[in-house]
Nanobody, 120 residues
């Protein structure tokens, strides 16, 4: 079993930055694909970004490309999401996920989520 705990959410003004962290415990996730989904109020959960175990090939949703950067530290079992140039439409609960592949990540392990609120 893998437990994922997100942190770093909060309230920020449009144009600002936040850095989310996701700490994994229970077993090593160094071989897992890890990533982030988000769910805005009244909307369906959507994919944001994923990163392979090597950290070489991240995949971003078009809506965050160029503004968000994912990274991982396998020694610390932690993945990070640096969010810059935040927009009000980025307001959502952000969930960390881990899975064997990008395709199956949504069916893997999930954290409880951390709320990001971007004010205009």
């Amino acid at each position: 079993q893998v437990q994922l705990v997100e942190s770093g959410g909060g309230l920020v003004q449009a144009g600002g930055s936040l850095r989310l962290s996701c700490a994994a415990s229970g077993r090593t996730v160094s071989s897992y694909v890890m990533g982030w989904f988000r769910q805005a109020p009244g909307k369906e959960r959507e994919f944001v970004v994923a990163i392979s175990w090597s950290g070489v090939t991240p995949y971003y949703a078009d809506s965050v490309k160029g503004r968000f950067t994912i990274s991982r530290d396998n020694a610390k079992n932690t993945v990070y999401l640096q969010m810059n140039s935040l927009k009000p439409e980025d307001t959502a609960v952000y969930y960390c996920t881990a899975g064997r592949t990008i395709a199956t990540m949504a069916h893997g392990y999930w954290g409880q989520g951390t709320l990001v609120t971007v004010s205009s």
